[in-house]
Each structure stands twice: as structure tokens, then as C-alpha cells.
């Protein structure tokens, strides 16, 4: 995925992807391990998957994604995200303020963090791009898969697949996700994650996110709403956030590398707080 706002901040990341609070999660034995480097090293449940919002051959075809997202996490937030699919270089844009991840692994923020609110911009810049590329980044390079069978949520039954990477990827490698695919489908609905970026030697719960609604875009099938409840004691929570995606595009050409430089004045957020 220390100060008292990240913390809060962390809890209300604790979401549910489901709207009844009584079901308890459980999970059929584990039925395959393996570690992916190649897309022929992908395991069966992920290739199914991404076959089914469009396929990774797809996804890889693009250099830029452009959507819309109005969100309540935090504080409610209406941006323009631009995503570089090579460099995963990122700018956002906002009434207010800008934040960037530039070619020198520094996300900045203009005109200052405080226009940008109490939440890290390091760990924000990339969080909703992770959320809505889902299955498709979960193909990158250093990620571990293990399959663990069938799991019921909410009296819901999915085909289960966790994920976690290997040591120094990216800013929070000892996070994991489990993703919940339907059966039948293989969409993506549910998805379970930890968030170790705050306190990296902590042991991590997790939170969840549930996924309601999907949009064709180029090709892809992407998410159009999702939603951010509570997860504790394997139980499904109330609904703490919501996030809407609009105007998405993807194109194959790479965006111009001047969006992701920083401008003058603007303020560094450190790697760790």
C-alpha cells in the first residue's frame, strides 16, 4: 500500500466489496502457486480473466490512458488522470492543484502538498490507476500468484487468485491483493488488498473494494464504478467511498514526456512519511 491523518486515512481504506455485513469470508484449499515474469508463466484463473475484460495482448498495444474520476475518498475529488502504460508515469490534474510522478521517481505537487489535502501524494498517485488497470496489472513483471480455489463472500462464490510481488517493487512490495473473479464470466468483482505504505513493518489487513459496473474503452472492459467498504473479522462492512470513472481513452502512442516533468515551485512528497 506514524501521522494520525494517514492512519485515519488507512481506515478509511478499509472497505468491503459486498452490502451484507453478516457473511463471513471462507476459502477452499489452495490449488496452484506460481511466480510470473512472462505472460506464458501466467496462470490459468488470470489468463481467463484477462481474456475477459479484453485481453492482455490489448492492454499492452496502448502507451497513454486518460480517464475522469470523481471520488469520496478523503475528501471528495473530481481529476483528469494521464497514465504513461511504459514509464507508469502519472499526472493529475484537478481545480486547485496538480501532482505528478516524473522520470526521476519524485511525485511532486503544485502549488504545494496542503492544496492537495492530508492525504501522501506518493501514496495517492497511482493508488485509483491500480484500481481501475486491474486484472491487466496484475500481469507486470515481479508478481507471485497463488490460486486459492474457490472462496465465498456474502454468500457469493468466486474463483479467488492472490497476489503479491517480489522484494523492492515499487514503493510498498509486501502489499498483496486477492481477486475475486465471477465463474462464469471471469470479470473481476470483488477485490481484497493491504495497504503497507504507512507502516511497512506492520502486519497488514485487509480492505476491499467492490467492483459494480463496467464500460467498454478501446477494446477494454473497464471499470465504470467501484466502491470502498469496510472488511473486518472476515465480515463485509458499510460503504466508506465510491469512486466513478468517465472519458476514459486509451491511445497507442506514448504521452509527450513534458507532462510528467515538474514544474517550477512545486513541493516533493518523500517516498515514506
Known amino acids: 500500500m506514524k501521522n494520525l491523518l494517514y492512519l485515519s486515512l488507512v481506515v478509511l481504506l478499509a472497505a468491503s466489496c459486498s452490502s451484507n455485513p453478516e457473511q463471513v469470508a471462507t476459502t477452499d ?14 496462470p490459468e484463473l488470470l489468463r481467463q ?27 471528495p475529488r473530481d481529476e483528469k488522470h494521464i497514465i504513461d502504460l ?13 501532482l505528478g510522478l516524473n522520470d526521476a521517481n519524485q511525485v511532486w505537487v503544485t502549488p504545494n502538498k496542503a492544496a492537495f489535502g492530508e492525504m501522501s501524494p506518493r501514496f495517492y ?26 472462496r465465498t463472500v456474502a454468500s457469493k462464490t468466486y474463483r479467488a487468485l492472490k497476489v503479491s510481488y517480489e522484494t523492492g517493487r515499487g514503493d ?22 493491504t495497504v503497507t505504505f504507512f507502516e511497512p513493518g506492520k502486519k497488514a489487513t485487509y480492505n476491499s473494494l467492490l467492483y459494480t459496473d463496467w464500460q467498454q474503452a478501446d477494446g477494454l472492459v473497464l471499470p465504470r464504478k467501484i466502491e470502498g467498504h469496510k472488511f473486518e473479522n472476515d465480515q463485509i462492512g458499510d460503504l466508506r467511498y465510491q469512486a466513478e470513472f468517465s472519458d476514459v481513452h486509451l491511445t497507442r502512442a506514448q504521452p509527450a514526456a513534458s507532462l510528467f516533468a515538474m514544474p517550477n515551485g512545486a513541493e516533493v512528497d518523500s517516498l515514506k512519511q
Open 172 to 193: 510498498s512490495s509486501k502489499d498483496e491483493y486477492i481477486a475475486h473473479f465471477n465463474p462464469q464470466t471471469h470479470r473481476l468483482e470483488l477485490l481484497l488488498y
Open 49 to 75: 480473466a484477462l481474456e475477459a475484460h479484453g485481453g492482455l495482448a490489448a492492454w499492452q498495444q496502448f502507451g497513454t490512458m486518460e480517464y475522469r474520476m470523481k471520488s469520496t475518498l478523503g475528501t
Open 86 to 98: 511504459r514509464t507508469r508515469q502519472v499526472r493529475i490534474e484537478a481545480t486547485g492543484y496538480q
Open 125 to 150: 498517485h497511482n493508488l485509483f490507476f491500480y484500481f481501475f488497470s486491474i486484472p491487466f496489472v496484475l500481469a507486470d513483471e515481479g508478481t507471485v500468484y497463488e490460486d486459492l480455489g474457490t
Open 29 to 42: 484449499a489452495p490449488t496452484e502457486t506460481a511466480a510470473a515474469a512472462t505472460p506464458r508463466q501466467l
